[in-house]
Every structure is written in structure tokens, then in C-alpha cells.
């Protein structure tokens, strides 16, 4: 298999494996926790503006997964959710140190790490965004 093949397949499961983490977080704050329950778990944490905050991350995460999955702006998507789990790691999970069972911060910082790779590299082939804005004479082609 060449490196451009491997490369494709590589993104591919990368965007899909983290783009269903991220659908599954946001559906569990709309459906599971709520967002009022979200709201008030998100200001028992010190994160500011609470009731602002957690339908924005609780929508980001959900839609943006989706985007992820589906490869649709990865690059935009990915940016927003790498800044998301910057906010996460810093607000909430640092004081706990690393591992996840104590509340700590290495989930985050695994999904913000390759949601920036996504950022970075962009989806791939396979994808919507290859589909719409991968011809090079397309002045939206560093969107695929």
C-alpha cells in the first residue's frame, strides 16, 4: 500500500473514531445530562458564563462530530473542538492531573491533540470537503 492510500486511511479513521467520541459527548449533555443539568454541572465546575456555555459546547460537540464523521468544514470543526478540550483541560481537568478515573485531563487532551491534527491536516479523501473544495483552482480548496 503507498503512503498516499495509507494517509487517506489513516485520516479516515481518524476523523470517523473522533467525530462519533465528540457526537456521543454532545448527545449525552442534550439527552442524558440536559442542558439544564449540563448548566449547572458546568458552573459547579467554575466554568464561566455556564448557561452560555454548555448548549455551545453541548451543540458543538454534537454537530460537529457529525461534521467530522461526514468530513463537512473538518478544518473549521476541528479547530473549534481542539479549543473546546483546550477549555476543558484548563477549567476542569488540570487541578486533577493526568488520568481520566481521578477526573484528570488525558481523555481531553487525546481528543484537543487530534482534533488539532484534523485542523492541521484537513479531512482527506474521503470526504465532503475533498468532494466540494479539493480542485486545486478552487479557492476553497484549503478547506478540503
Known sequence: MNQSRLTTSALTILRVALGFLFAAHGWQ?????TIAGTQAAFAQMGVPAANLTAPLVAGL????????ILGVL???VA???AVDMIGALFLVHAAAGVYADKGGYELVLL??????ALALTGAGRISVDRALFGRMNNKLAVLA
Open 111 to 116: 481528543l484537543g491533540a487530534a482534533a488539532l
Open 61 to 68: 460537540e454534537l454537530a460537529g462530530g457529525i461534521a467530522l
Open 74 to 76: 473538518t478544518r473549521v
Open 29 to 33: 449533555k442534550f439527552n442524558e445530562w
Open 79 to 81: 479547530a473549534l473542538l
